[in-house]
């Protein structure tokens, strides 16, 4: 998810975050240590607040290559990451076929699709060949949206789709994440379909 410097949300974002930036190098180690230990165990919509501090707190960490220091232990449950060496904690998105789940802390690919386990990469495989048709509608172009006759209609099923399939996805399939990785979040929105966090009703 990349900082558009522009962009309102973006600029609040940055306001909240910081917070942190007041933190030393060791109690910014200890604050994401500690909270890793409250999100283990469970799933979480990437629009959750706990998230989002988390997520502000442990960018700065990957900046100040906080983790590399050692200065906190981590929850035991965390693995490292490949990409930064991080704890790993990953983010499903809706392009999980093209990029695989993110780190939460460098935004880089931290496991690649065809790594994710077998059980859970076959549903990911399902789920996301569903949803890429209906996030396409937002996308299409003016010869697409004359064929459908009424785009407006088009778009408001779309959206619809796209908000039963987020719920699929949050109830069926990541609590299957935590038989292999402490905890693990979702994208629980789709800007180009004005689905925001609120419409996914669990």
């Known amino acids: 998810m990349a900082f558009n410097p522009d962009s309102r949300l973006d600029q609040l974002w940055n306001e909240y975050s910081l917070a942190f930036k007041d933190f030393d190098d060791l109690t910014l180690a200890r604050w994401l240590a500690q909270t890793l230990g409250q999100l283990e165990g469970r799933t979480w919509r990437l629009s959750h607040p706990l998230l989002g501090a988390y997520r502000l707190a442990a960018q700065l960490a990957y900046q100040r290559q906080v983790w590399l220091k050692r200065l906190a232990t981590t929850p035991a449950a965390y693995a490292d990451a490949p990409c930064c060496r991080a704890p790993l904690l990953p983010l499903l998105t809706r392009e999980v076929r093209e990029s695989g789940l993110i780190c939460q802390h460098c935004n ?68 299957k994440f935590l038989d292999f990785y402490p905890a693990a979040v979702w994208e629980d929105q789709d800007e180009c379909l004005s689905v925001q966090p609120e419409d996914i009703e669990l």
């Open 108 to 175: 880089e690919t931290l496991v690649p699709f065809e790594e994710i386990p077998d059980e859970l990469r076959a549903e990911l495989d399902t789920w996301a060949g569903q949803y890429a048709p209906v996030h396409a509608v937002a996308h299409w172009d003016d010869r697409q949206r004359k064929s459908a006759g009424n785009y407006d209609q088009a778009y408001e099923n779309a959206a619809a789709d796209a908000e039963r399939l987020l719920v699929t996805v949050a109830r069926d399939i990541m609590p």
